[in-house]
């Protein structure tokens, strides 16, 4: 009886932990530009957004997450709807996003540097 009660003991916190292993976020490629005032053919005007840090901001909480030398980023948040911004100075397409329960989205922000 008493190995029964262990196993489903067992059984039980292995079912609820992997219900709760599923993480709700957002990851992508932050891009930047332009990076000079003037674009040339056959020379990209902009680039991956590298180191840049990314706050999504929802009922008054902040999260970061930076980017790495790639442009890439990721990060764990609650389902919800979040603004987006990329540093001062700077805007950011899309300015808001939309996290899905349960769900790690790709959404790629493309970050305007104001030069023109």
């Keep these: 009886m008493r190995a029964v009660i262990v196993t489903a003991l067992v059984a039980l916190a292995l079912a609820s932990s ?12 932050a891009t930047i530009g332009p990076l000079q005032p003037v674009c040339r053919v056959g020379t990209p005007c902009d680039g991956p957004a590298r180191h840049v840090t990314l706050t999504f901001s929802r009922a008054g909480k902040r999260t970061q997450a930076r980017t ?49």
């Excluded at 992997?18 to 490629?29: F, I, N, P, Y």
């Excluded at 790495?68 to 001062?88: I, K």
């Design 68 to 116: 790495d030398a790639a442009g890439n980023y990721r990060v764990a948040l609650p389902a919800g709807a979040y603004s987006v911004r990329p540093g001062t100075g700077f805007s950011v397409r899309p300015a808001t996003v939309r996290v899905v329960r349960s769900r790690m989205l790709v959404v790629n922000f493309a970050i305007d540097t104001g030069i023109r």
């Design 18 to 29: 992997a219900g709760s292993s599923t993480v709700s976020g957002l990851r992508g490629h």
